[in-house]
């Protein structure tokens, strides 16, 4: 059994920088007094400055840790260490039957995901009052409707009164009528609000930015108060985008798309002390991108670890709405089957992609792009060039240029730049990108069959 990890996917599951220095401190043979590993676990014993050592063991089919130290990092230095050395060295790790402490916790993991399953099952065959229902979803639908009233008066006198001193009282420009929104119970449109408030008043293109997410929130307004009107898709996604949640146990009732998923990419975000994590996820055969979250609490575990660069066999349930991505999982196992995606020829393409979809979709954001033989480039001019100059500083612009000569701007985390010109030499490459109506996102690269992705940890 190898699981065939990568030192850095498995650092892309430390909580900090701080665990992370201390797993790499902990993954050498000399600091293990045993380990094993089966088909369904690795599992080891860690000494400590105590008598007793550690017992630390990893579930391998969906990668979950399990520590006897009193950390309350997750996974614990131990957990990261164990992993870390595994990824190195996995034949310091002999073939055994797991012993009873690790045997235990995996079937407990495995009659807990069973019984989501079950109670799950059984709250979606429940029987629904529908007169209270009814009752509750047209008060909020009120609500929503005085809300959107509020948000549109404050939108035109926003721009009666001009756009252009909008940067300098940003944030308590949108921050009220966000509050407002949260009170109205459509905490979709308070998101946007608050997107818009975050957008880089420094950068020429606010003024692009700030018209295109204005335009699409009042878009979603109108489509607000037209949605009986509306097919049954799209009645589900403009609800979806004001802020009306799908029931978990709904999705998991619904149609499973069965595949084996590469995680293309995961972005990390705290806010008030809650954890979120999104992965982006290309399915081998469907060839569909998917959104999932984990959102994890002080204290709690995440549903689900997965790993960066890594595939998993599974099903997932797709949101409602028009071309969904946001999906869950109905079940899933790490695979050892790599594969790589299908991707567009060059920029034009990609950029035609990106039309269909904001087309299918206005309300489209962060739309998932992949794209083959393109190279970092700097220019001048934004937009699509026939001709390009070569490489030449990396404090520049930065944009992808393709074969053809077609370039586009694109942003890169910090650190980003320099990583990708060393792992090149300036060479093409494919790549995994975000798209927006003002720009794309790198956010992982393939080269000569290595994927490479970086962590993304901004607040």
């Known amino acids: 059994m190898s699981l065939n990890l990568t030192e850095d996917q498995v650092i892309q599951l430390a909580p900090d920088a701080a665990s992370v220095k201390a797993g790499k401190g902990l993954a050498t043979k000399a600091k293990w007094v045993l380990l094993q590993q089966n088909e369904n676990a690795i599992w080891g014993h860690c000494q400590g400055s105590g008598k007793t050592p550690y017992q630390t063991a990893i579930d391998v089919t969906n990668i979950a840790f399990k520590c006897s130290c009193p950390s309350h990092k997750f996974p614990c230095k131990h957990g990261l260490g164990l992993l870390l050395l595994y990824a190195a060295h996995a034949d310091y790790f002999p073939t055994a039957d797991d012993p009873d402490w690790v045997s235990s916790w995996l079937a407990k993991r495995e009659a807990s995901a069973e019984k989501k399953v079950q109670k799950a099952a059984a709250k979606a065959e429940a029987p629904v009052d529908e007169a209270a229902q009814a009752k509750r979803q047209a008060s909020r639908h009120q609500k929503v409707m005085n809300g959107i009233d509020d948000l549109q008066i404050w939108m035109k006198d926003l721009l009666r009164n001009g756009l252009l001193n909008v940067p300098e009282r940003a944030y308590s420009l949108f921050e009220n009528i966000a509050r407002r929104m949260v009170d109205a119970q459509a905490p979709g449109l308070a998101s946007r609000l608050r997107t818009i408030a975050d957008i880089d008043f420094y950068e020429d293109t606010w003024k692009y930015e700030l018209v295109d997410q204005l335009g699409k929130l009042f878009l979603l307004t109108e489509a607000y108060r037209n949605i009986d009107r509306q097919p049954e898709a799209w009645q589900q996604e403009i609800r979806t985008q004001v802020g009306y949640p799908q029931a978990k146990e709904e999705v998991l009732a619904g149609e499973t798309v ?90 034009q393409e990609a950029a035609q992609g990106y039309r269909q979809a904001v087309q299918q979709n206005p309300f489209a954001e962060n739309v998932p792009l992949l794209v083959e033989n393109v190279r970092l480039a700097v220019h001048s001019p934004i937009g699509f060039v026939n001709e390009g100059d070569a490489i030449t500083a990396i404090n520049k612009p930065l944009y992808l240029q393709d074969k053809n000569g077609a370039s586009f701007p694109i942003q890169l985390q910090e650190g980003m730049t320099t990583d990708i010109l060393a792992i090149t030499g300036g060479q093409p490459f494919s790549a995994f990108l975000l798209a927006n109506a003002t720009s794309w996102e790198l956010n992982s690269i393939w080269y000569q069959s290595e994927h490479y992705i970086w962590k993304d940890e901004r607040n």
């Not at 995680?263 to 081998?284: A, P, Q």
Request: glycine share 6%.
């Open 258 to 347: 069965a595949d084996h998923w590469m995680v293309l990419h995961k972005r990390s975000r705290r806010v008030n002390d809650i954890n979120t994590e999104m992965f982006w996820l290309y399915g081998r055969a469907s060839r569909r991108f998917a959104l999932f979250f984990n959102f994890i609490i002080p204290g709690s575990l995440p549903e689900y670890s997965l790993l960066p660069g890594s595939t998993y066999e599974g099903r997932l349930c797709f949101y409602k709405g028009v071309n969904a991505t946001r999906a869950l999982f109905k079940d899933s196992a790490l695979s050892r089957e790599e594969f790589m995606p299908l991707c567009h020829a060059g920029l």
